[in-house]
Structures are given as structure tokens and as C-alpha cells.
């Protein structure tokens, strides 16, 4: 599947809602477990979008706009939720991320891209040069992936529970964590 | 995580609205593709869910209460779906997910289930005895298994247009493929 606009918009703008109708006023020992030492809660993983919302695919879409590969990105913190998230309640992260994601859709349309600005590029400081349309089309994988990781977090906690089942339940012998974004 | 009826419920409840949420007017290139020749594309999933209700949750769990380990259950046909979605759009497939899934739990309601019942034992084709409690916690996690593989499959149409940020996205790198139910 080519890399299309239209159709990387149309997933991120249903992410914030399909975590909305999942995890509002979901008991808290479903949203605030996690798979271990280290590892994320839901909690967590809205918190992490928020962040990302606002230090990572706008910022860095804008960069390369601007400054195209002569500005290297800002190396993104992934662990830049935790300080930002305290204090807050989940569905409170629920409104934030919808909100935030409305608006960098909205910084996004604005941007009025076609389709050659997909090969404008910027540099990633690991990667190097990186195109724009690889930026827009992880921000939506990157959703997925966080998606990918709640299902498994959550099943996470009836691993014991689902008894002889566990052996037929692919999530429960996922190996696919993100080591970062 | 004990298995709590209350919270498997939360969850069950909460699944056809996620699903709603994220796939409904999705372009078909991401509801219609799959991640190669024998796998699912988000219409099967859907399909399947809708399946598993006919013929394996309450169906199971009314088998447990009325005959214990004395029948055994039916083995699950997990390509059930395929004859009953064809011609139907996924709109339609996801409308009759919500309603199979309410007439379900209002059929686990009807059960009044008291703590102790979820020791009760069935008989598995595969696995001998297992507890209604089993059998319900894996309910829950069978709608999260396919959760898990439908952000994968979504991610993995977008494994090549990411180019390099492929090996921070996890989702990319999942082998957690169920492999029946």
C-alpha cells in the first residue's frame, strides 16, 4: 500500500475515539496495570500520545518545511508523559489527546501539502535524512503500535485467568514491543 | 489480576464500540487488506467476533451450567465467518457485532452468576476440564487478541512506508499470531 494523505488522516483522526470507547471508565485494574517492572500502563500510553502530539510529527513536519535536512529533529523523549501526566485522570487525557490531535490535524491541513511534498526530507538524529511522508506515515503506525500495545497490556493481566486458553492467544505470546519513536 | 465477572463485562461491553470507532468509513485499503496470502483483513475480523458469539461464549457457557463436564463443546470453527459476512458491508458487519454482542451479555446477566459458579467445570475437545471462569476471562481476551492483530495488520500496511523508523515500531516486529480459539 503506497503512502496516501488522505488515508493517513483518515486513521489518525479515529485513534482518539476508539480509545475513548476502550478505556473510559473502564475499571482502574485494567487502565492503571501494566506488564511489569518498567513497563506502561494505559495511563501511560495516552499520556505518551499527548506528548507526542506536541513535541513530535507537527514539530518535526514543520521543521523539514522550514529548514528541510539542515536542522537536525530534537531526539524525541519518550519517557516525557510521566511529569505532564501527574495528577491528571484518565478520561481527562481522553479530552486532552482528542483535542490535541484535532488540532495537529488542523496544523496539518494548513500545511497544505501535495502530494511531492512527500518526498521533502529532514534529518532524524539516528536515522539521518527521512522523508516527510515516512514522518506522516509513522505517525499513523505509531498509533497502531501503541494500539498493538495496550490489547497486549491489557490481555496481560488474565494471563492466568484464561487457564489452558493461553496457548491458542496470540497476544499473549506477542514479542512486538517498541523499543522507542 | 483475580478474574472479576464485573471486569471481564467492563471490557466485553466496551468492545464493539472500539471497533466502531476505529473502522467505521475507514477507506477500504486499510479494512480490506490483509498481511498475506491465509490471513485476515479487518472485515474477517469483525465477521469472526460476530461468529464466536453464535457459537462459542454463551452457547459454552450454557452447556457448563446445565451439563458440567458431561458434553463436551462443540470444537469452535474459526473460518465460521466467511459464508455468513459475504455480501455485507463492514458498516453492517459492525452494527451486528454491537447487537450480538448486547443480546450476549444480556443472556450472561440472565445467568446471575454468583462467584462461586465460576469454579463450575466444562469439558474442552482440546484440553479436557476447564472453569466457566476460564472460559469468560477468555472471552475478554479473545476480543483483545484480535485487537492486537488488527492494529497489526493496519500497521503492517504501512511497513514499507516508514522506511526506517520500521525498527522502533513494535507492532512491525510481532510474531503474537493466534492460531485458533
Redesign the interface.
Same mark, same amino acid.
Given at each position: 500500500?503506497?503512502?496516501?494523505l488522505?488515508?493517513t488522516v483518515?486513521?489518525l483522526e479515529?485513534?482518539p475515539?476508539?480509545?475513548?470507547?476502550?478505556?473510559r471508565n473502564?475499571?482502574d485494574?485494567?487502565t492503571l496495570?501494566n506488564e511489569g517492572e518498567g513497563t506502561w500502563t494505559a495511563f501511560d500510553i495516552v499520556g505518551h500520545l499527548i506528548h507526542a502530539e506536541h513535541t513530535d510529527w507537527i514539530p518535526r513536519a514543520a521543521m523539514i518545511l522550514e529548514h528541510g535536512e539542515s536542522q537536525t529533529f530534537k531526539p524525541f523523549n519518550r519517557e516525557g508523559q510521566n511529569e505532564k501526566s501527574q495528577g491528571k485522570s484518565l478520561p481527562q487525557l481522553l479530552d486532552e489527546f482528542a483535542a490535541v490531535r484535532a488540532e495537529s490535524l488542523s496544523r496539518l491541513r494548513a500545511m497544505k501539502l501535495e502530494p511531492g511534498d512527500l518526498d521533502r526530507r529532514g534529518r532524524?538524529p539516528?536515522?539521518g535524512p527521512?522523508?516527510l511522508?515516512?514522518l506522516l506515515?509513522?505517525w499513523?503506525?505509531?498509533d =497502531?503500535?501503541h %494500539?498493538?500495545?495496550l490489547?497486549?497490556l491489557? *490481555?496481560y493481566?488474565?494471563r492466568e485467568?484464561?487457564?489452558?486458553?493461553m496457548?491458542? =492467544?496470540?497476544? %499473549?505470546?506477542?514479542?512486538?514491543?517498541?523499543? *522507542?519513536?
Open positions: 500500500m503506497r503512502h496516501d488522505s488515508q483518515a486513521l479515529r485513534t475515539a476508539a480509545l475513548n470507547a476502550l478505556l473502564l475499571p485494574c485494567w496495570s532524524h539516528n536515522f527521512v522523508t511522508g515516512q506515515a509513522t499513523a503506525a505509531h =497502531l503500535t %494500539l498493538h500495545q490489547s497486549r491489557l *490481555a493481566q488474565y485467568a484464561v487457564g489452558p486458553w496457548v491458542f =492467544l496470540g497476544v %499473549l505470546q506477542c514479542n512486538g514491543h517498541s523499543s *522507542a519513536a
